[in-house]
């Protein structure tokens, strides 16, 4: 990859000179302006000691934080006219579609508008071509999902009502300043999922990419919000120097986002870096980058909105179980959570059981994003509309998970306590639930070895409850003869710990 340190001091003054000079007229430290722009500190540092190549976004991203004018785009011009051509041979490994194997991705830049009706995906990337031939198309995918947690449901939304090019209004454009219109044609025309060729072409003629050149493409294409869940995920399928990823969310409806990295060899974490949050003229923006992301690696943001749209006088809050179905979760009318959960069989179904828990790593952070759990938290997955036998734990105080498949207690310790459990399918009320204080469980690893783990107090408690689903029970059923559930407002323990 060609870096600016391979360019000549005068052309690396042309940009990196003005940077620094607006940013002591600002009087702002290099991680000051990281945070404004959105980048981390690392790639700010590297721009202006010159050993990476400033991109359009990040000289608008300069301008804006440092109220320059305009100064750091025009400076970022006169950067870009005199940049040499840099040609190595190509850094990359192999790629799904050979028109495009020779591809690098200097700068991935996706940002997502939500207007309270409609969300609006705006997709910008620097590509070069390190091959030996002219590059005519670039393939793009479009995926939506109104109901991750519930493939049944998604799928029958999506059947009765799918995803039209008309409503997509899909529009591309190459070049600085989308100075060339792109034609495009359709590979793949699902309900939910569609494959599209930008074409290095329109109707004035032809403008391949050649060997040694590189330029911006552009996208955009619009979604209504009854048809895209909450959740944007960008996936690396070539290599890349630079991702930076933005949701901009109107202000009142309160928004709250997270994300979490998975790859081919990895579960679910969160990102290792903090989301940055921005306001605005009534908006909310997230921001978050990272550099050199690995292939294949998947990077998701998901959100919540804490109020909703409307027009009309304010109505009486949600139900704690209204919240619930809202982020994904089946809630107790639904008779998958009233029958035994289908075992997996391991290890020959590994791969399907880390999606699985990669799902429900997922649902949880998307419901600790809208609840606090002092206790911990636990989730099936027929809690998530997924019918096989694996749940996850995380106790309280920590990021840890157990992760439970094909769970079962076959030992009780000889003491008993009561305390109030939850359940997130019925979340408007609380029961005084019997348990034993020691549980030894049976379950398998991945690999299929079978292990007996002992549990304790308030962590034997959660992983009791989550086992009770996977076998079709609710904590109701323990609930002593004469005893009911009681409603959450007559409830003093919301976020605190367990008490011994």
Known sequence: MATQDEDSPAHQDVFVGELRRWREVRGMSRTAVAVA??????????????????????????DDALNAGGALRRAWR?????????????PIERTPEPSTRSLFVEHDDAELRYDGRTYRAIMRRRLVNYGTDPITRYMIRISVDRFPGDPDLSNQ???DRPLTWEELDLQAWCGEDRSEPMRWVAQHDRDAFKEVWLQFANDSGHFPLYPGQSTWIEYTYTVRDDKWGNWFQRAIRLPTSLLSVRLDFPEHLDPAVWGLHTSMTAEAM????????????NRRVF?????????????RLEWHFRRKPSTQPAEPAEKPSQVMRSLGVVQSDDPILHRPAKPFQLPEEAEDAKRVIAELVSAAKRVSAAHTFGKGIGFAANQIGIDRAAAIVFPPGTDDVIMLLNARIIENGEQFDEQYEGCLSFFDVRGLVPRPLVIHVEHQELSGAR??????????????????HLHGKLYIDRLPPGTEAIPIEQYSGSGLNWQY
């Open 37 to 62: 722009m959105g980048y981390s500190r690392s790639y700010v540092s590297k721009v202006e000691s010159g050993h990476e190549r400033p991109s359009r976004e990040f000289a608008k991203a300069a």
């Open 78 to 90: 006169e950067y870009e006219a005199l940049r040499p051509v840099v040609v190595r041979p190509t």
């Open 157 to 159: 939304l999506y059947r």
């Open 270 to 281: 969160p990102f290792r870096t903090a989301i940055d949050e921005q306001r605005s003229n």
């Open 287 to 299: 921001s978050w980058t990272t550099e050199e992301p690995p292939l294949h690696a998947r990077y």
């Open 451 to 468: 292990k007996i783990t002992i549990f304790e107090r308030g962590v034997a408690r959660l992983v009791a409850h989550e086992i009770d």
